[in-house]
């Protein structure tokens, strides 16, 4: 892993140990990654709402956004609730279950966060660029989310 993403780690465990509450610790994260990682357009955390069978769209760094509430299942975000395994969509105009968010969007990494193997939450990041996405992303955000679940 690149020394750059494991600098961002430090500081992602640093916000973690900080005892501030769990969703300034995951805006935090946010906007870390979407300020120091040149293909992160947009970052966010959906929360699963376990009795209702959605995600929703507890914080993000980016443009604004009409998808607040994902039906698991649906788009990538669903999938990943669902299959609880990291997806990544290089070119989103190939993916026939996709939420379009905008218009800028090329591709799309959705990684789940797993407490005790249960799905309880995912980072969603969009990317502006085509192809973005290399093993690099995967390790690091999946160490991100593996840190993160402490907080469910």
């Known amino acids: 892993m690149k020394t750059e993403l494991k600098q ?14 769990r969703s300034e610790i995951l805006l935090n994260t946010c906007k870390l990654l979407k300020e120091n990682v040149y293909h992160y357009d947009w970052v966010g955390f ?22 607040t509430m ?3 299942g649906k788009g990538v975000c669903g999938q990943v609730a669902e299959s609880k395994k990291l997806k990544i969509v290089q070119d989103v105009s ?9 218009i800028d969007v090329q591709s799309e990494i959705v990684v789940p966060v797993l407490k005790d ?7 969603d990041i969009d990317s502006h660029s ?12 999946t160490s ?4 993160l679940s402490v907080l469910f």
């Open 144 to 147: 991100i989310c593996q840190k």
């Open 8 to 21: 961002l780690l430090l500081k992602i465990d640093s916000s973690i140990s900080s005892g501030t509450t």
């Open 130 to 141: 085509p192809s973005p996405f290399t093993i690099d992303d995967e390790k690091f955000l």
């Open 46 to 67: 959906y929360l699963l709402d376990e009795q209702n069978s959605n995600l929703i769209l507890e914080v993000f760094d980016g443009k604004t956004t009409e998808h």
């Open 117 to 123: 193997g249960k799905f309880v939450a995912e980072i």
């Open 70 to 72: 994902i039906p698991v």
């Open 94 to 102: 190939q993916e026939g279950n996709y939420i379009a968010c905008s």
